[in-house]
């Protein structure tokens, strides 16, 4: 059973700094890109930040470039998102994601098949 379960979000005020973790479970970041998207109620899904199996540069969407950092701990088959110095726009339902055979930049462009319930992040000012 595939699952992917996402922690780490909640209300934060602007410039805070919060991680969000993802517990991959019935898949092998070894055999797996994965990223993280975020949703805005009437607004387009943003791939926001994207890691593909083999460990390349991951991608970041301008939104966030500077701010976010991704990373994997392949040994807990977790991927994190370190947010830092947030704003008011970056609230979101954040959602992580998970597909075989991407690179970063495609995960992040495209509609993974597998998906996590999402973390409502909001951002106070």
């Known amino acids: 059973d595939v699952q992917l379960q996402a922690s780490g979000g909640g209300l934060v005020q602007a410039g805070g700094s919060p991680r969000l973790s993802c517990k991959a479970s019935?898949?092998?970041?070894?055999?797996?890109?994965i990223g993280w998207f975020r949703q805005v109620p009437g607004k387009e899904r943003e791939g926001v930040s994207c890691v593909s199996s083999a460990d390349e540069e991951p991608y970041y969407a301008d939104s966030v470039k500077g701010r976010f950092t991704i990373s994997r701990d392949t040994s807990k088959n977790t991927v994190y998102l370190q947010m830092n110095n947030l704003r008011p726009e970056d609230t979101a339902i954040y959602y992580c994601?998970?597909?075989?055979?991407?690179?970063?930049?495609?995960?992040?462009?495209?509609?993974?098949?597998?998906w996590g319930a999402g973390t409502q992040v909001t951002v106070s000012s």
């Open positions: 994601a998970a597909d075989l055979g991407h690179s970063s930049y495609a995960l992040c462009h495209s509609r993974p098949s597998t």
């Open positions: 019935g898949l092998s970041l070894d055999d797996f890109a």
